[in-house]
């Protein structure tokens, strides 16, 4: 059972109208999207069963990850595979690819995050600064840094989320998020994004936020 209030964010979020270089894969015009929506709304549902205290807050669905799955950090194989470490995702829950996932690698990035969150015991809720996927203007299978008013966008979602969820400390997945967290006015650790041999560095900075009392 999705929780009302979960449903309302997810319907919100494929309302924004994006600009153009910018997709919005939650919205109501196109079909597959709905899939998106509803894969969105199981993880977080999953996630509140489990009462995270941390936000990580990364830059933006990359068109290999979310923006084929609806969930953050994710790929196809993560979606399709038995239940991770954590017991999140796995076959019998609802999860489902649509159709234009076919021929699209997974993203290797979401699978070191899981690998270390795995290692390290520790499940925050995961979001994205902005969250939508910013690709080069008619290249849609690339991935764009987002602009500062692109993530500005985001703001309001990931404050959403740290009410609904109750999350005591947000903390953001490198320097995109970092700058955009400072300006919506709020000071926060800032660790390794663990994208482009960055692995050992987010693992580091994740052990010294948990070694801090953080999500504890």
């Known amino acids: 059972m999705i929780a009302p209030s979960i449903e309302n964010f997810v319907d919100q979020l494929a309302a924004v109208e994006t600009g153009p270089g910018c997709a919005n894969f939650f919205d109501h015009t196109q079909p597959a999207n709905a899939q998106r929506r509803r894969n969105l709304a199981l993880y977080l549902q ?23 799955t609806g969930v953050p950090f994710t790929n196809r194989t993560i979606l399709e595979g038995p239940a991770n470490a954590f017991g999140l995702f796995g076959p ?67 404050q959403a989320l740290k009410q609904e969820f109750a999350i005591e400390a947000v903390v953001a997945v490198g320097n995109v998020a970092h700058r955009s967290l400072q300006h919506s006015g709020l000071d926060v650790p800032k660790i390794r994004h663990p994208a482009h041999g960055g692995r050992a560095g987010f693992k580091r900075g994740l052990e010294e936020l948990i070694a801090s009392g953080a999500g504890r």
Do not use: Q
């Not at 995270?52 to 669905?61: N, Q, S, T």
């Open 46 to 68: 999953e996630m509140r069963d489990r009462s995270p205290k941390v936000l990580l807050v990364g830059e933006a669905p990359g068109f290999r990850g979310m923006r084929i």
């Open 92 to 158: 019998g829950k609802g999860y489902v690819l649509p159709p234009d996932a076919a021929g699209i690698a997974a993203e290797p990035t979401a699978t070191v995050m899981w690998e270390v969150l795995a290692e390290l015991e520790f499940l925050p809720l995961l979001w994205s600064a902005c969250p939508w996927h910013t690709h080069v203007p008619g290249r849609p299978l690339s991935n764009r840094t987002p602009t500062a008013s692109e993530a500005a966008l985001g703001t309001p979602f990931w």
